[in-house]
Nanobody, 118 residues
Framework: QVQLVESGGGLVQPGGSLRLSCAASGFTVRMYAMSWVRQAPGKGVEWVSSIIGGRNVTTYADSVKGRFTISRDNAKNTLYLQMNSLKPDDTGVYYC???????????WGQGTQVTVSS
């Protein structure tokens, strides 16, 4: 059974950092493209970043490029999102998904809340 469990969210001040984790079970993350997406209050889902392949090719939305880093630990079967220089616009629920950029809303985890506020 495929399962994704996100964690690591919280309340942080503008300019702060958080690292999100996504523990996967039922499949091997290194064998699939993986992504992070987010949903801000009252807004639609926004793709954030994806990673694919043995060489860990990555891509980012323009809104997070240079501030966020996606990675994965194959030994722990876990996906990560390191978020630096956080802004209030980064507030939302963050989900990991097994997809490349275009992510249908199936098989997502429960999400983790990130709130950037002073």
């Amino acid at each position: 059974q495929v399962q994704l469990v996100e964690s690591g969210g919280g309340l942080v001040q503008p300019g702060g950092s958080l690292r999100l984790s996504c523990a996967a079970s039922g499949f091997t993350v290194r064998m699939y493209a993986m992504s992070w997406v987010r949903q801000a209050p009252g807004k639609g889902v926004e793709w954030v970043s994806s990673i694919i392949g043995g060489r860990n090719v990555t891509t980012y939305a323009d809104s997070v490029k240079g501030r966020f880093t996606i990675s994965r630990d194959n030994a722990k079967n876990t996906l990560y999102l390191q978020m630096n220089s956080l802004k209030p616009d980064d507030t939302g629920v963050y989900y990991c998904a097994r997809c490349w950029i275009s992510c249908p809303r199936t098989g997502w985890g429960q999400g983790t809340q990130v709130t950037v506020s002073s």
